[in-house]
């Protein structure tokens, strides 16, 4: 089993900066691929961001130039880095640990609230 701990969620104006982490512990498989996701009200969930264990990264569009997701693999932790917020980057944001050898398995967080005032 495989728990993940997200911190650093928060209210902040307009333009400002947050920093997610999250955190793994359990039976982690080595290759893996951490992300964030994120999910806003009447809204369908959407990818922010992936890192494989090997550091590729993908962005969704909405935050290319403003997000930056990073993992420090021997903490089993992977940080958001988010700049330049705005209002319609409102959302509950959750932690996916995803694992794709053999059968595919996922794992979530419990989400953190991120909060952009205008």
């Known amino acids: 089993q495989v728990q993940l701990v997200e911190s650093g969620g928060g209210l902040v104006q307009a333009g400002g900066s947050l920093r997610l982490s999250c955190a793994a512990s359990?039976?982690?498989?080595?290759?893996?691929?951490m992300g964030w996701y994120r999910k806003a009200p009447e809204k369908q969930r959407e990818l922010i961001a992936r890192i494989t264990n090997s550091g590729i990264t993908n962005y969704g569009d909405s935050v290319k130039g403003r997000f930056t997701i990073s993992r420090d693999n021997g903490k089993n932790t992977v940080y958001l880095q988010m700049n330049s917020l705005k209002p319609e980057d409102t959302a509950v944001y959750y932690c996916?640990?995803?694992?794709?050898?053999?059968?595919?398995?996922?794992?979530w967080g419990q989400g953190t609230q991120v909060t952009v005032s205008s």
């Open positions: 359990g039976n982690i498989f080595s290759s893996n691929a």
């Open positions: 996916n640990l995803a694992v794709r050898i053999g059968s595919p398995q996922d794992w």
